[in-house]
């Protein structure tokens, strides 16, 4: 029976591993479920599979020097902090939970576009200061809109599917994006600035050094009055600062999960706009969601090491380079 390392703390394990997926992994492995004073090389030392989740400490190359387990499975999102890339070279397999975190992704997006769409943080505001129904505010309807999403990366194409019975007209500017898959997807290729001009625009794109200050203070101020910029990717692919002020000037309204820096260093006037939904970098963070990591990435390590099957966990040591 193959042996499997949970490397991650007790308490960690209970937040990304279901009751069913332990009796899954207990009936096709010799687990050892890691304690919080347990050493990460003896943990990897004669193991065949490693189950990783946030916590988990890098693993440098060396600990395959001698050897070293033949899968690694990371019960959470990018495996970039994780592990060294020239483990592929040596046969590792890698699988990422990343793809089950990009539905949770997915309905934050949905949910704060509805948000913003409806002015719900306007209305909100404006029943608080005692203001009600105010003549000059009225909500808008998802229902056919023209949606910009910049990346096609996992968690936008949950997005996609989640916009689907909205009958959105959907364009998406992503260079890796081949023209057959935008077709299957059911969307359009679009250059960003073409993305940036919808009234609705979603962030899909990884932390890369081309995608740093993507959405710029120029293009920013060409977006039409009244656009809705949803953030759930990187922080800095968007400049903060300008996005800032003009949703404080009452032309944009913004959804920012994420933030650079992280925490945000925001102003008590920054913190008071009436069109900003604000959420700490939990757009991935849900009960279920979590629950669901372990099991999502031991089934496809369970597919491959039976038949050799690429489940969608797999990381695919080709796409290194463009991947989050």
């Not at 990343?98 to 949905?110: D, K, T």
């Not at 936008?156 to 057959?180: M, Q, S, W």
């Not at 200050?213 to 692919?237: C, F, K, Y």
Request: with cysteine; glycine share 8%.
């Amino acid at each position: 029976m193959p042996r499997l390392a949970v490397a991650m703390t007790p308490q960690r394990a209970d937040d990304v591993c279901s009751p069913e997926t332990r009796r899954l992994l207990e009936d096709r492995f010799d687990v050892v479920w890691a304690t919080e004073k347990d050493d990460l090389t003896s943990l990897v030392k004669g193991s065949d599979v490693l189950l990783t989740s946030w916590g988990t400490p890098h693993l440098p190359a060396s600990l395959w020097a001698e050897g070293g387990p033949k899968v690694v499975a990371h019960a959470a999102g990018t495996v970039k902090k994780l592990i060294d890339p020239v483990i592929f070279g040596q046969g590792v397999a890698v699988f990422s939970a990343a793809g089950r975190i990009a539905w949770s992704v997915g309905e934050y997006c949905l949910g704060a576009i509805l948000t913003l769409a409806r002015r719900l943080p306007q209305y909100d505001h404006s029943v608080r200061d005692g203001e009600w129904k105010p003549s000059y505010l009225r909500g808008h309807e998802l229902r056919a809109s023209r949606v910009g999403l910049l990346g096609a990366s996992s968690t936008a194409r949950a997005l996609i599917t989640l916009l689907k019975p909205f009958g959105c007209d959907i364009v998406v500017y992503d260079p890796y994006l081949a023209p057959e898959r935008a077709s299957e997807l059911g969307v359009r290729t679009a250059t960003l600035p073409e993305a940036l001009a919808c009234p609705i625009i979603s962030i899909h794109v990884p932390n890369l050094p081309e995608t740093e200050g993507m959405v710029s203070r120029e293009l920013i101020e060409q977006m039409p009055d009244g656009t809705i910029i949803i953030n759930s990717a990187r922080g800095p692919a968007v400049d903060q600062k300008a996005l800032l002020e003009h949703a404080a000037a009452g032309r944009l309204l913004a959804a920012m999960d994420v933030y650079d820096p992280e925490p945000p260093n925001l102003t008590a006037e920054q913190l008071a706009i009436p069109s900003l939904l604000l959420t700490p970098h939990i757009a991935g963070d849900t009960a279920e969601g979590h629950l669901a990591l372990a099991g999502y990435v031991m089934r496809d390590v369970l597919a491959w090491l039976d038949n050799g099957q690429r489940g969608p966990s797999f990381v695919d040591p080709a796409a290194w380079a463009i991947a989050a």
